[in-house]
Structure formats: C-alpha cells, structure tokens
C-alpha cells in the first residue's frame, strides 16, 4: 500500500509539471499571422515562421517597435520587406509587446 501511494504521487507530480509546460507553451506561441522585425532602421523584413520571433533578440539602438504582427484577418501579402512608414499606418499591424530597437538573432 505504501508503494502505492507513493506511485500515485509520482504520477500527480508529473502530470502538474506537463500539464503546467503545456500551458505555457501555448501562451508564448504568437497568434496566426505574418511578423515583422526591424533589421535596419526604419526596414522590416517577414519572419519565415512567426513563432521564431523573440523579443530577447531586440537591441535598444532605435526609438521605432522592433516588430509588428499582421492581422489574421488580413491575408493581403505584403511582400519581404516593409518600411517604417508603411508598416506603422496600416490598421493590419499590431506592434508585439512594447519593445524597440532593431532586430538581431543569434546565429
């Protein structure tokens, strides 16, 4: 009885941590749409998948959002690469979170 109270908790135990993860996952996963970073001031060129965007990769060398998301609702295709002044007036971009700067991945 013992080894079964103590299997039963090893289970509960297990089941939080993945339960848990799971719904961090899907709060850190970006809604469907195309994103946007700064790589040069006042350019902002399409991420190939929006879920490789990552807000620790904006550097503070510019006063303009380091990215913006397409609207779901818009399925225009914008092409490779915007300016500021087209991205910043179009109601089908939302700046993601409240970072600026230019973007720079890792390698």
Do not use: H
């Not at 996963?29 to 807000?55: C, E, H, M, W």
């Amino acid at each position: 009885m013992r080894n079964f109270k103590k299997i039963a908790l090893s289970l509960l135990v297990v089941g939080l941590a993945i339960g848990t993860q799971a719904f961090k996952n899907a709060e850190n996963r970006l809604a469907d749409g195309d994103v946007y970073v700064q790589t040069s001031t006042d350019t902002y060129i399409k991420l190939s998948d929006p879920n490789d965007f990552n807000p620790s990769f904006c550097e503070n060398d510019s006063d303009r959002p380091c990215a913006y998301q397409q609207s779901q609702e818009d399925s225009t295709e914008y092409g490779a690469t915007l300016s500021y002044d087209a991205i910043s007036v179009s109601p089908s971009f939302d700046q993601i979170g409240n970072k600026e700067g230019i973007y720079v991945p890792v390698p």
